[in-house]
């Protein structure tokens, strides 16, 4: 599975405005409403399944990163938004840093394997110093797209 088709045109922030966990995740959901991958009629509810999700256990992993994620019945296509945090945010991360790099993974209830996929290509990526380091040094929506395909041909050649 290619990150970067998870990606759809228009959800990559790389100077999130919020910086309170909840805020972020409203903040990116918004992206993915704007770049079409979510009706805006299913904003409070996206928020609020993420957020619930949330609250039985922290999705920041540590090391400056966090993938929220939610299966939801109004979603039709898994997508992914991608926000940069300059000044990190209290995400309740396992090792209490605050973190730089969000990754929200929305997905369709009816494909759960799909989503593992999309879970586990996020995790292979996010798991490499390199790429996280790329990723916070990232400025532009061009330098994450340009880190994200360079990601995939890696895994296609590996």
């Known amino acids: 599975m290619k ?6 045109e228009g959800a990559i922030s790389t100077h999130l405005q919020s910086t309170q966990r909840d805020d972020v995740i409203a903040e990116m959901v918004d992206l993915l409403i704007e770049a079409g991958s979510a009706s805006p009629e299913s904003r409070d509810d996206l928020i609020a399944k993420v957020l619930s999700r949330e609250q039985t256990g922290s999705t920041g992993y540590g090391r400056g ?22 000044t990190g945010v209290d995400f309740n991360a396992l090792d209490r840093q605050p973190v730089f790099s969000v990754f929200l993974l929305l997905s369709p209830i009816d494909r759960p394997e799909e989503h593992l996929q999309a879970m586990e290509a996020i995790f292979k990526q996010l798991s490499k110093e390199t790429f996280r380091r790329q990723l916070r040094q990232a400025t532009s929506i061009e330098d994450v797209k340009t880190l994200l395909m360079e990601a995939d041909s890696k895994q296609a050649a590996g």
């Open 3 to 8: 990150l970067i088709e998870l990606v759809p």
């Open 65 to 86: 990163v966090a993938v929220p994620h939610v299966k939801q019945p109004s979603v039709e296509r898994m997508s992914v938004a991608i926000g940069l945090s300059q």
